[in-house]
């Protein structure tokens, strides 16, 4: 059974840092693609981070690009964003997804339950 379950989240001021969790069961997250969405009230989801499986290159939206850093740790079958400099816009619930295929591709395979992320002073 494949599940993605998120952790991490919580209230941070601004100009702080967060790091969230994907623990992923049920297949290799190496053979996989990886994606961090968000989705903020009263808006739609986002596509914020992207970690291609095996060898690829890494995808960050401009919105949170030299801020935000995506990272997997195939031991421990996680993927991890770190969220540095928040900011308020930063405020959404974050879900892990996997996708069939490449960064790009439109369509997702398996979502988490998510995880909230407040950034407030």
């Known amino acids: 059974q494949v599940q993605l379950v998120e952790s991490g989240g919580g209230l941070v001021q601004p100009g702080g840092s967060l790091r969230l969790s994907c623990v992923v069961s049920?297949?290799?997250?190496?053979?996989?693609?990886i994606a961090w969405y968000r989705r903020a009230p009263g808006k739609e989801r986002e596509l914020v981070s992207c970690?291609?499986?095996?060898?690829?290159?890494?995808y960050y939206s401009d919105s949170v690009k030299g801020r935000f850093t995506v990272t997997r740790d195939n031991a421990k079958n996680t993927v991890y964003l770190q969220m540095n400099s928040l900011k308020p816009e930063d405020t959404a619930v974050y879900y892990c997804?996997?996708?069939?295929?490449?960064?790009?591709?439109?369509?997702?395979?398996?979502w988490g339950q998510g995880t909230q992320v407040t950034v407030s002073a």
């Open positions: 997804a996997s996708k069939p295929g490449t960064c790009q591709h439109p369509l997702v395979d398996h």
């Open positions: 049920g297949f290799t997250v190496d053979y996989y693609t």
């Open positions: 970690i291609p499986s095996r060898d690829g290159r890494t």
